[in-house]
């Protein structure tokens, strides 16, 4: 068993990130789902069609006016990004995850809030997290983990099967992180947006 000092693989904190959370609502989804639901399954790494997703969500405070969000938030349980981000995204393998559009609103239901946005749906899973290997992990629900907020760098260990495949995926059973390729990290690196990505490296664990 060796590490790898050559190719990396990112996670993103961004889920475990409680700035990253907005305070936006949506009616109820055509599917009957819940919010919370979405959100569960969108981080399980499930494909989901459009109509899993709100079309439109609307700010939840009326004494709050919402400006121009973040390049990615979570909101009314959706992963949002910004028009920008979505570029970048969309440059490279994304598989099955898709980018739905979505448009948020203020309170009054009727001015928009500034900017263009879309709902991303996570849809690649990659069977690669190193359980065994991975340091300050935390048991998270039934059969799950997770890793600790103030994530630091190479204590996700995975294996070179990580490089394979698309650019963007999770692995269950780790919940609330998400993995990214090299070449799209420094992309979105590139285009600003490590902040709200709050991207880690990932220790690449080798066996022989």
Known sequence: ???????RIWASRAFMDSSRIKG???DPLPTGMNLGQVAELNQAGERMSAEHFPKEIFAEYPDKKEMKQADLVVAAGAVVVSAACADVLQQFDLGHSSLYPIKLFQHDRKTPVEGEYFCLNIG??????????SQRVLEYGVGGFRMRSNLLDDEVAVSPASLEGPDLWVSPPLKRIFFLSDRLTQA????????????????????H
């Open 1 to 7: 068993m060796t590490q790898s000092k050559t190719a």
């Open 24 to 26: 936006f609502t949506a």
């Open 124 to 133: 690649e899973r990659k069977d690669t997290f190193l359980r065994e290997h």
């Open 188 to 207: 979105l690196r590139a285009a600003i947006m490590s902040r709200v990505f709050g991207f880690r490296t990932c220790r690449m664990v080798k066996f």
